[in-house]
């Protein structure tokens, strides 16, 4: 194969696709790239070496080839569409392996380990500086190393994976084959079937292959000696797999004829989700480690226990895909009744659809009576936290030790984040979203907010952040639910009153030319952000000549906050427009719904409630001149200008009763220039509340109250307050 000139990626932040398109942007290779579960660093790590990060599976220019992870069905949607535009599409296994054929490749194989091993390998030899490429499907711990690399030299470095059946098309210079361990059970039926797979990989290596001494005896067939065969000292324990990886890279150094001897090996920055220390003190040790087969849990069980002996040792256990776990269940309790406290996560499908053998309460049965009573299976990461305990109320020392895959990480994460805050999850809640942040997204504790609306009134937020993409926004979502912190979102601040004390929560606010776009999909419709300014898209739409934009002219807001309240205006509401909304919904979806299949009242838009509006196709009521919508424009304006007030205000304070305006009531019980402090009633509308200057929102909140008894006594009408009234209840200032 020729390296492609453009590529698309699908599934690009999959440990796997993630370093090939590192490799690939080092080539000089076009790399366009799309997962619709990417999240930060992946995405800000990517755009830095130049790829272009889509956010639909539509690639701006043809591509001449298209690389799927193993994540991503041959069948599906997405490759049905793409496959339209009659270019290859490889399976990243099948792509790799062909891209490198004319390379000297050092591979890593086995059933787990590799990425360990494959980044020390990678990390000895860039410290003797011998020129190679690589890729390893792990994060090194030390942001300076990255996972891929390109270099002018015949020389690759990178693992196989065995468990889609790729494997089968590499040829090796040199193999490094660390352990023989019946896994990936889906696609290996048998113990006789992965050595086969891993024999016949032997039998196309062209130098050497090297082997931990114990596989010489499990029927290996490249005892055959296709070609060299030499053999590095495995474990005589579990515990001491860290010593065997390190003579594997060595016996790598000596088939390419280089020594380590001056290399210090204890620098090795480490695999992120490796034995890493999350947080330590005098009385807990919090460790996450990706083992997700029996014989790794025995190994790093036994290495912990040899790091604290005398500490109880409290184990989280995640199991990777329901075929593993349903073949190797006996196996799974055995090696995990070496803990003194188990607590199980539901089984990490990945791509695999549910099996209920697969289950991780198929464990339970199999545990001896110490566990089986105590152990339970957690599915929220506050129980699980209030489960296991904070260091005040665990007693004597411990340590807790996340195992697994899945959500695992996350809650791995955010446990030691609890820590690092002392327990208190507002402050837990920055410790683990700051470095899942972008630099360039604005993040910021105890800002204020009430100078920010239209109002100009009240505190300051604990948190405040301007995600510059949706992954940043789903990683602030996601955060603020595993640590039961409220959100809510901010547009322009119109229609809305912050109350002195603040916001104890997380203020978000879609700012920036992600979230501010407006683009012309057809000659009528229109794509908009949910931060675009509603005033710049009716001057948008106008320009094109797009009729019944008109309303948005002078609304202080944004799409994204039309959208929530439905705002409208001179008889018209947004949803007038609306043809779909794209919404991040709670549980991290994303889901297009069309306009007419939401639930949609006055001021108000249930989706929009319960999910944030991302963007949304709007349709114009037809075409017309620039000057005739203009016209309509410019008599809106006058209208509104006759009839509101222009200085600082939420919008209508009160909702209209029926068959009556809420302004005309209070003008008609004189109310009109009524004033608590800086707060007044508008002289030119009864229904606008004005800061006159130095409003507190208790003077806000006091006048409304007054108003609402005043209008009640005088027309036995009790008005509902349409202005929000963030993070607080009206019934607590109104009843």
């Not at 427009?577 to 306009?595: H, N, Q, T």
């Amino acid at each position: 194969m020729r390296t492609p000139r453009r590529t698309l990626l699908l599934g690009a932040g999959g440990m796997g696709m993630f370093p090939l398109a590192l490799y690939l942007r080092g080539a000089g290779v076009r790399v366009e790239a799309y997962d619709d579960t990417l999240g930060e660093p992946m995405r800000s790590k990517l755009e830095s070496v130049g790829a272009h990060v889509l956010d639909e599976p539509c690639p701006i220019k043809k591509p001449d080839c298209i690389v799927r992870s193993s994540a991503v069905p041959p069948d599906g949607d997405m490759i049905r569409g793409l496959s339209a535009l009659g270019v290859p599409i490889y399976r990243r296994g099948d792509f790799v392996a062909e891209l490198i054929s004319r390379k000297r490749l050092i591979a890593v194989v086995g059933s787990h380990g590799k990425s360990s091993v494959t980044g020390k390998l990678i990390w000895a030899l860039k410290q003797i500086g011998f020129p190679f490429s690589y890729m390893v499907g792990a994060s090194f711990r030390s942001a300076a190393e990255p996972s891929g690399s390109f270099v002018k030299s015949p020389w690759v470095v990178m693992e196989i994976d065995e468990s889609d059946g790729t494997i089968e098309g590499f040829r090796p210079w040199i193999t490094l084959a660390l352990n023989c361990d019946w896994d990936h059970v889906d696609r290996y039926e048998d113990h006789d079937g992965l050595v086969r797979a891993f024999s016949d990989l032997f039998s196309r290596t062209s130098k050497r292959v090297i082997l931990e001494k114990s596989l010489s005896v499990k029927g290996s067939l490249c005892l055959k000696k296709y070609c060299e065969v030499s053999f590095f000292r495995g474990t005589k324990t579990p515990a001491d797999f860290n010593e065997a990886n390190h003579r594997a890279v060595e016996a790598v150094g000596e088939a390419m004829g280089l020594s380590f001897d001056e290399v210090d090996f204890s620098l090795f920055p480490g695999m992120e989700r490796r034995q890493e220390v999350l947080f330590e003190d005098e009385s807990r040790a919090i460790v996450e480690d990706y083992a997700h087969h029996p014989t790794e849990i025995a190994a790093f069980l036994e290495m912990r226990r040899k790091v604290f002996p005398e500490r109880a040792m409290k184990v989280v256990f995640q199991p990777h895909r329901f075929s593993r776990t349903r073949a190797l269940a006996p196996a799974f309790a055995e090696e995990l009744s070496r803990a003194d406290e188990l607590m199980l996560m539901p089984t990490y499908g990945a791509f695999e659809p549910y099996e209920a053998g697969g289950a991780v309460e198929n464990l339970l049965g199999s545990l001896p009576p110490r566990l089986r009573e105590s152990t339970g299976v957690f599915e929220d990461f506050h129980s699980l936290s209030q489960a296991i305990g904070m260091r005040s109320q665990a007693g004597a020392p411990d340590q807790v030790l996340f195992v697994g895959a899945g959500n695992l990480t996350k809650w791995a994460h955010a446990f030691a984040s609890l820590h690092c805050a002392d327990g208190t999850e507002a402050d837990a809640f920055g410790h683990y979203a700051r470095p899942r942040l972008s630099e360039s997204t604005v993040f910021l504790e105890n800002h204020p907010i009430g100078s920010m609306t239209t109002m100009g009134v009240g505190g300051s937020a604990k948190w405040y952040a301007e995600p510059v993409n949706k992954e940043e926004l789903k990683t602030l979502v996601d955060a603020c639910q595993l640590f039961g912190l409220p959100r809510s979102m901010i547009g322009r601040g119109s229609n809305l009153i912050v109350p002195d004390h603040g916001y104890r929560g997380l203020i978000i606010r879609l700012r920036g030319a992600f979230w501010d776009s407006i683009e012309p999909r057809t000659e009528d419709t229109l794509i908009v952000g949910s931060g675009a300014k509603l005033n710049d898209i009716c001057k948008f739409a106008c320009k094109r000549g797009m009729v019944g934009f008109e309303f948005l002219e002078g609304i202080p807001g944004t799409l994204g906050g039309a959208l929530r309240m439905n705002a409208g205006a001179m008889g018209w509401e947004i949803f007038d427009l609306v043809e779909w909304v794209s919404f991040l919904m709670p549980d991290g979806r994303i889901m297009e719904i069309p306009g007419c299949e939401l639930e949609v009242g006055y001021r108000f838009c249930r989706e929009a409630y319960d999910g944030i509006a991302l963007r949304a196709k709007l349709r114009a009521q037809g075409l017309g001149t620039h000057t005739e919508i203009r016209k309509v424009i410019d008599e809106m304006f006058r209208k509104r200008s006759k009839s509101q007030p222009r200085q600082a205000s939420s919008g209508c304070v009160f909702r209209n009763p029926p068959e009556v305006s809420a302004g005309w009531l209070i003008d008609q019980a004189g109310l009109k220039g009524e004033h608590v402090g800086g707060a007044v009633v508008s002289d030119l509308h009864g229904n606008f509340i004005l800061n006159k200057g130095g409003a507190k929102a208790s003077e806000v909140i006091q006048l409304i109250r007054r108003v609402r008894e005043r209008v009640k006594d005088s027309h036995g009408l009790l008005l509902e307050p349409e202005v929000n009234l963030l993070g607080e209840s009206w019934n607590r200032y109104l009843s």
